[in-house]
């Protein structure tokens, strides 16, 4: 679920715009049929795979070239940004020492970040495996903001009455914005849910 084709095309910006309009399995779909077409012409010695093929994908690049134009690009003030995503093994990240761990290397990442310029910075989700308030994600984020002049979002638990969430946060000026937090409401399908679980269940016990 986390795979998708689409991912590869993050360079090709004329056919990765094309993901406006449908979505990204639109974008990994198409890929897939403009390659079955290629290689049923191929096999078959077919002049009409070929055009279809082409066809295929001139419409994904028309799309694309479309969401180009249609891109914002203002002339407001320029801010530059940067996504961290540190290197951290999973029996790393959830064992007794995975919370330190994690904060020693967002902390080492986001002091490189700001050296090159980043006023705002972003970590994944649940980079901290734990509730937001932890005292270890705590004390890391709030330093860190205390420390330099950014706004920082990172991915974190929060746990109520209802439910559990994997929740985005907000944090500048060393505090943490505990009254806004951004829910994660899109999940994985078959990567972080099963999509009918009632009637799989009951086909394939």
Sequence with gaps: PWGRLSIGQVENSFILCSVSFFGSYFLSFAIVLVNALIVYALLHKRNLGYAAAASSFAFVLLLGIIGNLLTYTGDGETVKAAAIQGNMASQEKWSADGMQIAADIYTRITDEAVAEGAQIVVWPESVFPASVENKVAVRCVTSLTSKYDI???????????????????????????????????????????????????VVFP
């Design 151 to 201: 706004e920082l979002f990172y991915g974190t638990l929060v746990y109520d009455d209802r439910d559990n969430y994997n929740a985005m946060v907000h944090a500048s000026g060393g505090e943490i914005t505990f009254d806004n937090m951004y829910y994660k409401r899109h999940l994985v399908p078959f990567g972080e849910y099963v999509p009918y679980r009632d009637f799989i269940r």
